[in-house]
């Protein structure tokens, strides 16, 4: 992969590259319609983002109710992305609707 300027992210001493890729837009299309499906295209951009330096992924559960960290999954597994270069950074929502209809 080209080289990539990397931040360290808070105190945490992990280094994550100044250009991440935010991964809402693969997943399934049912979830949203703008939503790539289509694997082979996802692992294609994964590749072109990683080719291009990008060693940073960005994720969350809600994306396509999971499918967006499954097949960002697949694609590091299918490109055999070396783990220790790469950082995926994920998030847990809990939906705020949820937290209303339990009080």
């Given at each position: 992969s080209s080289p990539m300027r990397t931040v360290r992210?808070?105190?945490s001493g992990l280094k994550v590259s100044k250009i991440i890729l935010g991964t809402m837009q693969y997943g399934d299309p049912r979830w949203q319609p703008w939503v790539i499906g289509d694997e082979e295209e996802v692992t294609r951009h994964i590749k072109t983002a990683y080719d291009a330096g990008i060693q940073t992924f960005d994720t969350a559960n809600v994306y396509s109710n999971g499918?967006?960290?499954i097949v960002?999954?697949?694609?590091?597994?299918?490109?055999?992305?070396?783990?220790?270069?790469?950082?995926?950074?994920?998030?847990?929502?809990?939906?705020?609707?949820l937290l209303h209809a339990e009080r």
């Open positions: 992210l808070g105190k499918a967006s960290e960002l999954g697949k694609a590091i597994k299918k490109l055999n992305l070396p783990r220790d270069e790469i950082v995926v950074m994920t998030k847990v929502t809990y939906f705020t609707f």
